[in-house]
């Protein structure tokens, strides 16, 4: 299938699912993840993203995953403010692009949104401790947006990309997730990043909890948000403000007396990377 005609007929969708308060399963935002034709080859995001990089449409297709899913959550009612932000995925290759942050902000307003509601999630699939990408970083963090790192501990990069980029959000791959509740070595991996994510004022997301170990394992290693199949499977629309995991139970789901049940990001810091030491 020809992507690019995929992307000029509107075919590419969006789908939406929850992160969650660990502390009491409150929805604070919400994951964007990008669909080809319902039914073809191309439904997944690794089949549709494979076969653009093939096509050389890779950076028209990331662009246009972005917009679509602002639209559609727009569209479905979503409430930046109340409904906490929307998290976007971003190639760390196609901040390299002039037209990338234009076209982000372009999209962004047409959707009625401002960059405080978006949250530009960098995958590291590409190494993101090269220089070329901080003024672009830079940029995108000087315009408003929030910047988060995907899959720590499973990429190339890892403690160096936190070091460097020293982002508002980390979300720790599923790779340490899995079975962590039986495996001291994971637990022990996780509670590193938690305790770095604290000391450095960066929140963490535990991504890919699927089972009940696992989400007993996170809360008790203190990680406050959490995001898998077991707290909400992806869905055509973001859940409503105040919604709570079902896998939560009713006296779990009940705040504490001045608990905050809406998303927490940390409070706008001067972000650019650190220059390098000489030597």
Request: hydrophobic share 50%; with cysteine.
């Amino acid at each position: 299938m020809d992507v690019r005609a995929i992307i000029e007929a509107g075919r590419v969708a969006s789908r939406f699912q929850p992160i969650v308060q660990l502390s009491d399963g409150h929805v604070v935002a919400h994951e964007a993840l990008a669909r080809g034709p319902a039914g073809s080859a191309l439904e997944t995001p690794r089949a549709l993203f494979a076969a653009a990089a093939e096509q050389g449409s890779e950076h028209a297709l990331d662009a246009v995953c972005r917009a679509s899913a602002l639209r559609a959550a727009t569209d479905a009612g979503w409430a930046a403010g109340p409904d906490g932000p929307l998290f976007l995925n971003v190639r760390p290759g196609a901040l390299l692009h002039d037209d990338f942050l234009p076209t982000l902000e372009h999209a962004v307003r047409a959707a009625g949104r401002t960059p405080r509601d978006v949250v530009l999630e960098l995958s590291e699939a590409e190494r993101l401790d090269g220089g070329e990408v901080h003024a672009p970083l830079a940029a995108c963090r000087a315009a408003g947006f929030w910047i988060a790192l995907d899959d720590v501990g499973a990429g190339r990069c890892g403690l160096h990309a936190i070091a460097e980029a020293v982002p508002d959000v980390v979300k720790v791959d599923r790779s340490l997730i899995a079975g962590m509740d039986a495996h001291r070595g994971r637990r022990a991996a996780v509670a590193a990043l938690v305790q770095l994510a604290g000391e450095l004022g960066i929140v963490l997301v535990a991504e890919g909890i699927e089972t009940e170990g696992e989400l007993r394992a996170a809360r008790a290693l203190g990680a406050p948000l959490g995001q898998g199949f077991l707290l909400g499977l992806p869905a055509e629309r973001p859940l409503p403000a105040g919604s709570v995991a079902a896998a939560f139970a009713p006296a779990d789901a009940r705040p504490a007396p001045g608990a905050v049940t809406a998303p927490v990001l940390p409070r706008r810091r001067h972000l650019s990377p650190r220059p390098r030491r000489a030597g």
